[in-house]
């Protein structure tokens, strides 16, 4: 083959010569010298396909001596790393062609996934997600019960319906655990498989499928300790599957299935994250279309099965009670009927902890909307400097006094005027929270609003109506119950001023029965503070009210 040598007349002109011009520098299309040797800054790939990509620009030629150029020699892709690929030349750094050629990147990935598999991640990345660990030959189960019980036919009708209300359990579970693995099995290798090659690096494989590995250990353990075991001892005598045999097991379930307890407190962000990830992220949108085209997937949707295990937990105690009612034993119906306590306990739990994580994101949402703490006036720049420690208010701090459970709340805001003493009136936006009341300057558009009076807590407050239909007064007392200040708030109309005064009033009992299970305070105390006597509840309703609180209280007291 006759190598490639310098021109010998004339501008040469085509692709060759946009690529020397490109990403040599110093030539220029208009200068036309001698002839000479050609240096390229680089190799370049001779691919006539191309040439509609480019303009015709004159060849140039350099100064130094003619020297030929073998053809093995002007195939390297740097040029094509540098600016652009496979799409040709192009203005360098263009962030359109970035993202083209991105695309087209992940194209080409996921072509090569769809036709060899992925790559082999890393025993670590295989391990954490558990992809392909373990062995699944013991997650297989026949198409009936029927085909482990040869006597199906002389069973009683009851008993059947009992035995397939006992392999519904069976089968659902392992359904699911094989729609928990398509994510660590196709979406998470197929991420992470691009995230090694530079693509999608912006999303998080962590926050999108969370602790899902965990939840399969999870469910392997229970299939392998307590739902397997029971399977195979029909398999070996033939007899009926007896639900006894999984009471041991469920008994335990909030300690085998505690990974749930994250993942449900994550649920609502992770479902938040992906819907983002999808609408704003087009390369991540193409990479979940593939994984639901996979065959791998069964057309599963990335948000269904990132809801999955929320209905998967919820769904126990509806199957165990499906096998209660059709079980006739006494024996058997007193297993189950343990069973589902204990599911359902740990539900509660779930929803306890749930609850209370909305709770702490919907306090720190308010927290953030309040401003400094200015409730001084200090008189000299040294006193600043000294006030400056204690003048921070946090209410993202623990409650004092009650179980850690308790979050505390805002139950209540709004603009209102206040007057104390002989002052003039002030204007003012109040916070009501479970256990403070907080009286603020009125915010301005996207000002916060500052804290211009102490914090008044409603264990030492008491509401009064005034006479002005839309005016109540608040006392603060100390801890000798005496007035430590005292505010006339005026409403902005008198539905207003009970709104006011029935949200307090609930607050203050609902903050006494905390003391109160936790032994801190009697019922003489809040006789003290006249929560039951105000005029503004009538005589019948403070009677009756008074009645269902000892009630409450004596009846969570007892349980």
């Given at each position: 083959m006759?190598?490639?040598?310098?021109?010998?007349?004339?501008?040469?002109?085509?692709?060759?010569a946009?690529?020397?011009?490109t990403?040599?520098g110093?030539?220029?299309t208009?200068?036309?010298?001698?002839p000479?040797?050609l240096?390229?800054?680089?190799?370049?790939?001779?691919?006539?396909?191309?040439?509609?990509?480019?303009?015709?620009?004159?060849?140039?030629?350099?100064?130094g001596?003619?020297?030929g150029?073998?053809?093995?020699?002007?195939?390297?892709?740097?040029?094509?790393k540098?600016?652009?690929?496979p799409?040709g030349?192009?203005?360098?750094?263009?962030?359109k062609?970035?993202?083209?050629?991105?695309?087209?990147?992940?194209?080409?990935?996921?072509?090569?996934?769809?036709?060899?598999?992925?790559?082999?991640?890393?025993?670590?990345?295989?391990?954490h997600?558990?992809?392909g660990e373990?062995?699944?030959?013991?997650?297989?189960?026949?198409k009936?019960?029927k085909?482990?019980v040869?006597?199906?036919?002389?069973?009683s009708?009851e008993?059947?319906?009992?035995?397939?209300?006992?392999?519904?359990?069976?089968?659902?579970?392992?359904?699911y655990?094989?729609?928990?693995k398509?994510?660590?099995d196709?979406l998470?290798?197929?991420l992470?498989?691009?995230?090694?090659?530079?693509?999608?690096?912006?999303?998080?494989?962590e926050t999108?499928f969370g602790?899902v590995?965990?939840?399969?250990?999870?469910?392997?353990?229970?299939?392998?300790e307590?739902?397997?075991p029971?399977?195979?001892e029909?398999?070996?005598?033939?007899?009926?599957?007896d639900?006894?045999?999984?009471?041991?097991?469920?008994l335990?379930f909030s300690?085998?299935?505690?990974?749930?307890v994250?993942?449900?407190l994550?649920v609502?962000?992770?479902m938040a994250?992906?819907?983002?990830?999808?609408?704003?992220n087009p390369?991540f949108?193409?990479?979940v279309?593939?994984?639901?085209?996979?065959?791998?997937?069964?057309?599963?949707?990335l948000?269904?099965?990132?809801?999955?295990p929320?209905?998967r937990?919820?769904?126990?105690?509806l199957?165990?009670q499906?096998?209660?009612k059709?079980?006739?034993?006494?024996r058997?119906r007193?297993a189950l009927?343990?069973?589902?306590?204990?599911?359902?306990?740990?539900?509660r739990?779930?929803?306890?902890?749930?609850?209370?994580?909305e709770e702490?994101?919907?306090?720190?949402?308010a927290a953030?909307?309040?401003?400094?703490?200015?409730?001084?006036?200090?008189?000299?720049?040294e006193?600043e400097k000294n006030l400056?420690?204690?003048?921070t208010?946090?209410?993202?701090?623990?409650?004092?006094?009650?179980?850690p459970?308790?979050?505390r709340?805002?139950?209540?805001?709004?603009?209102?005027?206040?007057?104390?003493?002989?002052?003039?009136?002030?204007?003012?936006?109040?916070?009501l929270?479970s256990d403070?009341?907080?009286?603020?300057?009125p915010?301005?558009?996207?000002?916060?609003?500052?804290?211009?009076?102490?914090?008044?807590?409603l264990e030492?407050?008491?509401?009064?109506?005034l006479?002005?239909?839309?005016?109540?007064?608040?006392?603060?007392?100390t801890?000798?119950?005496?007035?430590?200040?005292?505010?006339t708030?005026?409403?902005?109309?008198?539905?207003?001023?009970?709104?006011?005064?029935?949200k307090?009033?609930?607050a203050?009992?609902?903050?006494?029965?905390w003391?109160?299970?936790?032994?801190k305070?009697s019922?003489?105390?809040?006789?003290?503070?006249?929560?039951?006597?105000?005029?503004y509840?009538?005589?019948?309703?403070?009677?009756?009210?008074?009645?269902?609180?000892?009630?409450?209280i004596r009846?969570?007291?007892?349980?």
């Amino acid at each position: 083959m006759q190598p490639f040598g310098p021109p010998d007349e004339g501008p040469l002109q085509g692709l060759v010569a946009s690529r020397i011009e490109t990403y040599g520098g110093r030539l220029q299309t208009s200068t036309l010298s001698t002839p000479g040797g050609l240096y390229p800054r680089g190799d370049l790939v001779l691919d006539p396909s191309r040439r509609r990509l480019q303009g015709y620009v004159p060849f140039t030629k350099g100064s130094g001596p003619a020297r030929g150029l073998s053809p093995l020699k002007l195939r390297e892709p740097e040029p094509e790393k540098r600016h652009g690929g496979p799409f040709g030349a192009g203005i360098p750094h263009s962030p359109k062609l970035k993202e083209v050629t991105k695309a087209h990147q992940l194209e080409v990935r996921l072509h090569t996934f769809s036709m060899f598999g992925m790559p082999r991640l890393p025993p670590e990345d295989r391990r954490h997600w558990e992809i392909g660990e373990g062995s699944d030959s013991g997650l297989a189960i026949e198409k009936s019960w029927k085909e482990l019980v040869p006597g199906h036919k002389e069973m009683s009708r009851e008993l059947c319906h009992q035995q397939e209300a006992l392999w519904e359990l069976l089968t659902t579970e392992l359904i699911y655990v094989r729609k928990l693995k398509i994510m660590t099995d196709l979406l998470a290798p197929g991420l992470l498989n691009l995230q090694r090659v530079g693509l999608l690096l912006e999303v998080s494989a962590e926050t999108l499928f969370g602790n899902v590995p965990s939840l399969i250990r999870a469910h392997r353990s229970f299939w392998e300790e307590v739902l397997g075991p029971t399977l195979e001892e029909t398999r070996a005598s033939g007899q009926p599957l007896d639900p006894v045999s999984l009471q041991n097991g469920f008994l335990t379930f909030s300690q085998r299935f505690q990974p749930y307890v994250l993942y449900c407190l994550r649920v609502k962000q992770t479902m938040a994250y992906a819907r983002k990830q999808q609408d704003n992220n087009p390369l991540f949108h193409t990479f979940v279309q593939w994984c639901e085209k996979h065959k791998r997937s069964g057309r599963q949707m990335l948000g269904d099965l990132l809801i999955k295990p929320h209905q998967r937990i919820t769904k126990y105690p509806l199957l165990l009670q499906a096998v209660l009612k059709r079980s006739p034993e006494a024996r058997a119906r007193e297993a189950l009927s343990a069973m589902i306590a204990a599911v359902e306990s740990f539900l509660r739990h779930i929803n306890k902890q749930v609850r209370q994580g909305e709770e702490q994101e919907s306090l720190v949402a308010a927290a953030q909307r309040l401003g400094p703490y200015e409730v001084l006036e200090p008189s000299s720049e040294e006193v600043e400097k000294n006030l400056r420690p204690f003048s921070t208010l946090d209410l993202t701090a623990p409650m004092l006094g009650v179980a850690p459970e308790h979050t505390r709340q805002l139950l209540l805001e709004g603009p209102a005027r206040v007057k104390e003493g002989r002052e003039g009136k002030l204007d003012v936006y109040l916070f009501l929270f479970s256990d403070v009341l907080l009286v603020t300057k009125p915010p301005r558009r996207a000002d916060k609003a500052k804290v211009i009076r102490p914090p008044l807590m409603l264990e030492k407050l008491v509401c009064r109506p005034l006479r002005d239909p839309s005016s109540f007064l608040l006392v603060h007392l100390t801890e000798f119950q005496c007035v430590s200040s005292a505010l006339t708030v005026h409403c902005p109309s008198a539905t207003d001023r009970a709104r006011w005064l029935e949200k307090t009033q609930q607050a203050q009992r609902v903050w006494l029965q905390w003391l109160q299970l936790l032994g801190k305070m009697s019922f003489s105390r809040g006789e003290r503070l006249n929560l039951g006597k105000c005029p503004y509840l009538g005589a019948g309703k403070r009677k009756r009210n008074q009645c269902q609180e000892q009630k409450a209280i004596r009846d969570k007291a007892k349980r």
